[in-house]
């Protein structure tokens, strides 16, 4: 098909079409600056004019001022003859003096204004030396002071002032003219300025707009056209490629489809050219005579050219003429010819030539290809003889509805030598046999014939001329059974040449299977790749979440400092923020761990300690761990163990109670009403005693189609945006490997509506014989001790210096949160970055303890470690592990004195250096814990009795705010149900009259929702009281007891607010169901000076704008469970007072039609997770 030809920019080069887009917007963008630099130079000039004249206004009066005030202190002299009063005078003569100094230069470019200026400091003059002068002289004198006094009251020199002022006013008139002028000129150039910059901006969006849409027209069109072409070239359809001529980068891209294209179809028409060959030939093979074989072949050749008709004629060499032997799709009496002589026709004529004839078009008249339903004439005809090794054995003539392709010549050229070849085959073996039946007739014939001469002996004897007329007759047959049997051995020599095409025949095909079993092995040697590449993936994983780790490690420790504010320059938001920062980073690595159990699993990585597991205490410390949870939400949960169940397992109990675990996590999440139990019985595995773990729930079940994909990673019941139930889908993926992993099966059998059961069969005896530890470093750590490339000089002297603490971590950001948490407590620190830099250090400097990391990029730790235990001037330095492996066993048995798998927390780095003996003792820290239950209160005490901790006890929420307004504390235990005040009262109350210290809220109960998202406005430290409720406990009080704070630094005080003027006090409500989300938006909106409601589902969304009038927006979160933020914002527009309510949707999809879904539901607009804050700000100024 004809192509446009392409223009000179399409030509070009990606890199010179977008070298000239991105030319012309500078152009456009230098050209618009060099202009409004210019409209800014003459604005600054008319506003220096503008500051002269006012200037020169101020100097001007200030100049009339100083000669009034010159002569009010004369006249008061002249009156009273008190010197005193000449001190103005005098004080005015200097001042006019300077001031009509300053005036001269600015007024020295105005013509006009100076002359005026000269004029009053000529009049000035005069009044100064023929008033002032003389009056001053007769005043001094007793006897003239009459004069003065008389020449005042007559208003001498009153004149001259008067001029003065005259002039001055006149001055001023004319810079207040210049002043309206300038200002004009300089509004004039501000105006010309906007209209610049809007020009400007105008023509950069339109230049950007023209060249987003010219690359797509000249690139993102073609390469999506061509892109389109992939699917269709790989089917093997045949498509038009598109810009072939032009000369860039998408030009030559077309022309290499077009390759791929003509490759491809050259490929599939020789595949199906060799694949209809050996059909057709294989069809032959079991033809054991002319008729069948000809039979066969025509079949088979109309067949595969899609022939209406055909004919195969067979060359019989005796009569030396082609006879008609075969036919296909023929009508009654249509062979008008069944036999030929060579060059007699067409197919004479193919035989004499030996080639391939088609005769197209077909003559009127010609036969026609007839079916039920009609005849036509055909398109063409194929003469073609049946040739090989020079010897022509038929021809076959076949009529064709349409022309023949490329392929189907190839196909008839290949078959026609072939079958020519097998069909010399198949007439010699059949002249061969009616040979050898001719040859034994004619034996047996002879042996009776030589029993009747013996019979007949006598008779012969006695007729001599008799016998020796049937000896001659006897002697002719003799020759003739030579003849025969000379002819038998000729009939031999054609056996063995059709033996040998045979064997040829055989070579073919033995060729045929060895290509068949090379593409077997091809396929076996793919199979295989791609289970090394499925291995290959799931090991990439088990690494990467080791390295993923790594700057874990930075953010959870520097967010942990941030929350425990040490340096006491945080407010309480700022921390509640840091700690939140903190807890997400802990989820991350809890997703991570969930990754690297599924990737260890699948990568063959995942480790067995086996050990006995007594199935009773097992099952029973679930039932406690899981009883407070059944007890709020209203379900039933029971353990029951049959009696002939297996007491006692050979297994890995932490990977059994991570399975039963995860199990019944799932079952309370999705059961709202009924009962769960955890069921233990007997079963087998096989022939091998088992025990079966079952967890039936009467929950929402599981739909029968997605059964078979429940323990398939990341497979969700519903991901849809009205989701009910969070998680990430590993957690029967997990249970599903590790099952595996002990041997076992996993089974389940469920009923949507009505609950599900999930059953773990275990054998007795573990499978395995020894506890299985295998373990993986991430890439780049080396867990063997590997060799070092030099060798290290002995021990000398001793190291010298102060004792320093050396850290060994090849991560410079890491290494460097390790050295400052030491370096505030005090400690002296030294690092190195590679294994061999560490041991040089060690040589030179004494050392205290080392933070030693293993995977370093020259040396291995371990060999570190070793060389470290190995130098008698370092062996007694204790030496901590800190490394993203798993491998604490054998840092044991080198010499380490503990082991950190990353990533670490800040604590466990104190812990750490404690440990390597560079602990410094913590300041006794106060602790107020306010609760009215006594037991509960001496059970917390007990908890925190081995923490460097005063607890001081306050049994009811009045004790509680007393001892905060008088006493300082470091930290505050609280818990919400307080007998004497109202829930959360205490906390609101407490934050009201005092500084509120770091808060843990420590619950009997388990809180509604409503209840922590209230408490999340004082702390994100919420523990309920259950089976691992005191190690959550302590390590929450962590955060504030083992704080290493700088002394002496008082509390910095909470930064002010910085509100937007047009959102004070604007109330918005932000719809979501994530706590942490809510948080972090409430703390930032507030902060901007807007107040904050908050709803955690549609349902109470609706409830909060039915309860508040005030509400002038509305943050809504998409994906929420029960009703998601598309089914709210449709319910908000339902009723007329909302309808005009702006609502800014929220969602984490971010996916293409998204913000039209949102638009068409009646959202106002919409913002994508994560949250651009400013982003959000601009859209609040927009619709609040």
């Known amino acids: 098909m004809s192509q446009e030809k392409p223009g000179w920019f399409e030509s070009l080069a990606v890199r010179g079409k977008l070298g000239a887009v991105f030319g012309v917007q500078l152009a456009v963008l230098s050209l618009g600056t060099a202009a409004v630099l210019a409209a800014l130079t003459q604005m600054r000039e008319a506003r220096r004019w503008t500051d002269h004249t006012h200037n020169v206004i101020e100097q001007i009066e200030a100049m009339r001022?100083?000669?009034v005030e010159q002569q009010a202190g004369l006249r008061g002299y002249i009156i009273t003859s008190d010197r005193r009063f000449l001190e103005p005078y005098r004080y005015g003569v200097v001042e006019f003096e300077n001031i009509s100094q300053r005036l001269g230069v600015l007024v020295r470019d105005n013509p006009a204004q100076y002359e005026r200026y000269s004029r009053v400091l000529a009049l000035m003059g005069e009044w100064q030396t023929d008033v002032a002068a003389r009056d001053i002289a007769y005043t001094e004198n007793p006897a003239t002071h009459h004069l003065a006094v008389e020449a005042t009251i007559g208003g001498g020199g009153q004149r001259r002032i008067d001029a003065i002022k005259r002039l001055c006013e006149e001055m001023i008139r004319e810079e207040r003219r210049l002043l309206v002028s300038r200002s004009g000129t300089m509004e004039r150039v501000?105006?010309?300025?906007?209209?610049?910059?809007?020009?400007l901006m105008l023509a950069g969006w339109f230049t950007g707009a023209y060249a987003v849409a010219l690359v797509n027209r000249v690139l993102g069109t073609p390469l999506s056209r061509l892109a389109d072409l992939v699917p269709r070239l790989i089917t093997g359809e045949s498509v038009d490629v598109p810009y072939l001529e032009r000369r860039d980068e998408v030009g030559t891209l077309a022309r290499a489809f077009e390759r791929l294209r003509d490759s491809s179809a050259e490929q599939r028409r020789a595949d199906w050219v060799r694949e209809q060959a050996a059909r057709v030939l294989g069809a032959l093979q079991h033809c054991d005579s002319d008729a069948t074989f000809s039979d066969t072949l025509i079949n088979r050749l109309c067949g595969v050219l899609e022939g209406g008709y055909g004919l195969a004629y067979r060359w019989n060499e005796q009569s030396a003429v082609?006879?008609?032997?075969?036919?296909?799709?023929?009508?009654?009496?249509?062979?008008?010819?069944?036999?030929?002589?060579?060059?007699e026709g067409m197919i004479g004529q193919s035989m004499v030539e030996r080639r391939i004839i088609e005769m197209m078009p077909v003559p009127a008249g010609y036969l026609q290809i007839v079916s039920g339903l009609g005849a036509a004439a055909p398109a063409s005809v194929l003469f073609a003889p049946l040739t090989a090794r020079g010897e022509t054995v038929g021809v076959v003539e076949i009529g064709m509805l349409k022309p023949m392709t490329t392929a189907q010549r190839e196909l008839l050229e290949q078959v026609i030598v072939t079958s020519a070849l097998a069909w010399h085959s198949v007439s010699r073996s059949v002249r061969t046999s009616e040979l050898l039946e001719e040859s034994r007739g004619m034996t047996d014939e002879l042996q009776s014939q030589q029993e009747s001469l013996r019979a007949q002996g006598e008779e012969l004897r006695s007729a001599n001329e008799a016998l020796r007329g049937r000896g001659e007759q006897l002697e002719e047959q003799g020759r003739r059974l030579r003849a025969s049997e000379e002819e038998l051995r000729a009939q031999a020599e054609e056996l063995l040449i059709t033996n040998s095409a045979l064997e040829e025949k055989t070579g073919a095909l033995r060729m045929r299977q060895d290509e068949l079993e090379a593409a077997r092995i091809d396929l076996e040697r793919k199979a295989s790749d791609l289970e090394q590449a499925s291995h290959y993936k799931s090991e990439f994983l088990a690494n990467m979440s080791h390295e993923l780790r790594t700057p874990l490690n930075s953010m959870l420790i520097l967010s942990k400092m941030l929350a425990d504010n040490s340096d006491g320059n945080l407010d309480a938001e700022q921390v509640e923020s840091a700690r939140i920062m903190h807890d997400s980073g802990r989820s991350l690595l809890s997703l991570i761990n969930d990754i690297l159990d599924l990737s260890k699993v699948e990568a063959g990585k995942m480790g067995v300690a086996l050990e006995t597991v007594n199935v009773s205490t097992s099952l029973n410390a679930l039932l406690q761990r899981f009883r407070p949870l059944a007890g709020e939400r209203g379900l039933k949960f029971t353990v029951r163990i049959e009696p002939d169940a297996t007491r006692e397992l050979e297994t890995d109990g932490a990977r059994l109670a991570q399975i039963l675990s995860n199990l019944l996590s799932n079952a309370f999440k999705f059961t709202h009403e009924g009962e769960i139990e955890l069921l233990a019985e007997k079963a087998q595995l096989g022939a091998v005693p088992a025990v079966a773990l079952s967890?039936?729930?009467?929950?929402?079940?599981?739909?029968?189609?997605?059964?078979d994909r429940v323990f398939q990673a990341f497979e969700q019941a519903d991901s849809s945006t009205s989701r009910r139930y969070g998680g990430t889908g590993l957690g029967l993926s997990i249970v599903s490997g590790m099952t595996t992993l002990l041997g076992g099966q996993v089974k389940v059998r469920s009923e949507e509506g009505k609950g599900s059961t999930f059953t773990i069969v275990l054998p007795e005896r573990s499978p395995q014989s020894q506890t299985a530890t295998t373990t993986a470093g991430p890439?780049?750590?080396?867990?063997?001790?590997?060799?070092?490339?030099?060798?290290?000089?002995e021990p000398g002297e001793p190291p010298t210096g102060t004792p320093a603490l050396l850290i060994v971590e090849d991560d410079r950001a890491f290494a460097k949160v390790l050295a400052d948490i030491a370096t505030r407590r005090g400690l002296d620190v030294v690092t190195a970055h590679t294994g061999r830099d560490a041991l040089a250090l060690a040589r030179k400097r004494k050392l205290f303890g080392v933070l030693l990391d293993i995977g370093l990029?020259?040396?291995?730790?371990?060999?570190?470690?070793?060389r470290l235990k190995a130098n008698p001037f370092t062996a007694g330095v204790p030496v901590h592990v800190v490394s993203g492996g798993d491998d604490s066993d054998r840092g044991k048995e080198l010499g380490a004195v503990g082991f950190l798998r990353k990533p670490v927390d800040r604590e466990a780095v104190v812990q750490a250096l404690e440990r390597v003996g560079a602990g410094n003792a913590p300041r006794r820290r106060r602790l107020l814990l306010v609760d009215h239950d006594p037991a509960s209160r001496a059970d917390i005490v007990a908890l925190l009795s081995a923490e460097n901790a005063s607890i001081v006890e306050a049994g009811s929420a009045a004790d509680g705010l007393a001892h905060l307004q008088a006493e300082n504390f470091d930290g505050l235990i609280v818990d919400p149900d307080l007998a004497d005040m109202p829930n959360f009262e205490f906390l609101a109350q407490a934050s009201d009259r005092a500084t509120l210290p770091p808060v843990v809220i420590y619950s009997r109960r388990e809180l509604t929702p409503d209840e922590s998202l209230r408490l999340r406005e004082y702390t994100g430290s919420i523990v309920i009281h259950g089976a691992r409720s005191p190690e959550r406990l302590i390590d929450e009080v962590h955060l504030f007891?083992?704080?290493?704070?700088?002394?002496?630094?008082?509390?910095?005080?909470?930064?002010?607010r910085t509100p937007g003027a047009d959102l004070t006090g604007k109330t918005v409500l932000v719809v979501d169901d994530d706590m942490r989300n809510v948080f972090a938006l409430s703390k930032t909106l507030r902060m901007r000076g807007l107040n904050v409601v908050m709803a955690q589902d549609g349902h109470?969304?609706?409830?909060?704008?039915?309860?508040?009038s005030d509400i002038d927006i509305v943050l809504m979160d998409i994906m929420m469970p029960g009703m998601d933020g598309y089914e709210t914002i449709r319910r908000i527009r339902s009723a007329a007072q909302w309808q005009r309510l702006p609502i800014i949707a929220v969602t984490a999809k971010a996916m293409k039609g998204d913000r039209e879904k949102c638009i068409e539901a009646g959202a106002n607009d919409y913002c994508a997770k994560p949250i651009d804050i400013d982003q959000l700000v601009s859209l609040l100024r927009v619709w609040a």
């Open 65 to 67: 001022g100083e000669a």
């Open 1041 to 1056: 007891l083992h704080a290493i704070e700088r002394p002496g630094k008082p509390p910095a005080a909470p930064e002010p």
């Open 1100 to 1108: 109470k969304a609706l409830a909060q704008l039915e309860a508040r």
């Open 322 to 343: 082609l006879e008609w032997c075969a036919g296909f799709g023929l009508p009654d009496a249509s062979v008008t010819r069944r036999r030929f002589r060579l060059g």
């Open 190 to 199: 501000e105006s010309l300025l906007l209209s610049l910059i809007v020009g």
């Open 695 to 707: 967890v039936r729930d009467t929950g929402i079940g599981i739909p029968a189609g997605k059964l």
């Open 779 to 793: 890439p780049g750590v080396d867990t063997g001790a590997a060799p070092s490339l030099i060798a290290e000089p």
């Open 857 to 866: 990029p020259d040396i291995s730790g371990w060999e570190v470690l070793e």
